[in-house]
């Protein structure tokens, strides 16, 4: 069974930033992509950024410039650097792995950003 974990969400003001990791279980290479999701309150979960076996990556517009996902096969970790951040960006952020060739989804149990205005 895949587990997921995430570490490094909080508290921090507008205009800082946070970084939060991931951390797989098993080897990451075993997965097709990695992204993380998040849900603001009483909105639905949304796609923030997902990077992709091959390197390539994707970010949703609202974060576009401010936000950096990368990957450590060694650690078997994957992080998202948030940076210039804003109160809009305060949600619930998730961890989310796909698995090669069945495609099953996997969630972390979330970490919780805040950001002060």
């Known amino acids: 069974q895949v587990q997921l974990v995430e570490s490094g969400g909080g508290l921090v003001q507008a205009g800082g930033s946070l970084r939060l990791s991931c951390a797989a279980s098993?080897?990451?290479?075993?997965?097709?992509?990695m992204g993380w999701y998040r849900q603001a309150l009483g909105k639905q979960r949304e796609l923030v950024a997902r990077?992709?076996?091959?390197?390539?990556?994707y970010y949703a517009d609202s974060v576009k410039g401010r936000f950096t996902i990368s990957r450590d096969n060694a650690k078997n970790t994957v992080s998202l650097q948030m940076n210039s951040l804003k109160f809009e960006d305060t949600a619930v952020y998730y961890c989310?792995?796909?698995?090669?060739?069945?495609?099953?989804?996997?969630w972390g149990q979330g970490t919780q950003v805040t950001v002060s205005s």
């Open positions: 989310n792995a796909v698995r090669l060739v069945t495609n099953n989804d996997y």
């Open positions: 098993g080897s990451i290479f075993s997965f097709s992509s």
């Open positions: 990077i992709f076996s091959s390197g390539t990556t």
